[in-house]
């Protein structure tokens, strides 16, 4: 999708390594969030943030990190990667001028975690 | 927090028919977003529909808030509609959005 993009697209880890999820934006949004999504599951909600400097934890915050020191990018960490952390991960982006503007979606990334 | 249920969880249709996707929700909100998660895993906003209906070609969306609910109509579908339809709602523009699990659309030709 224009404007949000995750790198990188697929990566496979071994149990206990790490590794960093970047999500970069050219849309000048305040709002940052990443979301995983598991078969069956939809899209829940990991850690997400306001504004530059700021995070705040989602629905399933535990084993990740997440940094915003710049206000284009929002990375998410994972410092011992597990198996059950295999899933696909979005990045969406949104405005804080308008309350009413949809949400905007990377392409994904695809972990599997062996 | 929030909950939303999508109904049906599976749907396969003959290209050319007509659907309609349903989306439950707990409270009351002011942000509701249907998606669609193209088979290429794409997620494309469709509607920002807090109540209301909108409509985009041959897809519509109502929103009757006061009875917690959102329907997706597709009409006349084609192959390319084919995915997963998603709903989410938050309380407000500023809060995190709550997706339902989808709802998998098959249109076959």
């Known amino acids: 999708n224009a404007g949000v993009t995750q790198t990188p697209k697929f990566r496979v880890l071994k149990t206990g390594q790490s590794m960093t999820l970047l999500c970069a934006q050219d849309?000048?949004?305040?709002?940052m969030y990443w979301y995983r999504q598991d078969p069956g599951m939809g899209l829940r909600l990991i850690h997400y943030?306001?504004?530059?400097?700021?995070?705040a934890k989602g629905e399933v915050p535990d084993g990740y990190n997440v940094s915003r020191l710049k206000k284009q990018n929002f990375l998410l960490g994972l410092e011992s990667a597990a198996p059950s952390q295999t899933s696909v991960y979005f990045c969406?982006?949104?405005?804080?001028?308008?309350?009413?503007?949809?949400?905007?979606f990377g392409d994904g990334t695809r972990l599997s975690i062996l | 927090g929030i909950q939303v249920e999508q109904s049906p969880p599976d749907l396969i249709l003959q290209e050319g028919a007509n659907s309609t996707l349903r989306c439950n929700f707990s409270?009351?909100?002011?942000?509701l977003q249907w998606f669609h998660q193209n088979p290429w895993g794409q997620l494309i906003n469709l509607f920002y529909?807090?109540?209301g209906t909108k409509q985009n070609g041959r897809l519509s969306a109502t929103t009757v808030a006061t009875e917690r609910y959102s329907l997706l109509y597709i009409s006349s579908s084609q192959t390319t509609d084919s995915g997963v339809y998603f709903c989410?709602?938050?309380?407000?523009?500023?809060?995190?959005?709550?997706f339902g699990k989808g709802t998998r659309l098959s249109v076959i030709a």
């Open positions: 969406a982006t949104r405005t804080a001028l308008y309350s009413n503007q949809p949400q905007h």
């Open positions: 849309m000048n949004h305040e709002y």
């Open positions: 943030s306001v504004g530059e400097g700021t995070t």
């Open positions: 409270d009351s909100v002011n942000n």
């Open positions: 529909i807090p109540s």
């Open positions: 989410a709602a938050a309380y407000s523009g500023n809060t995190p959005l709550v």
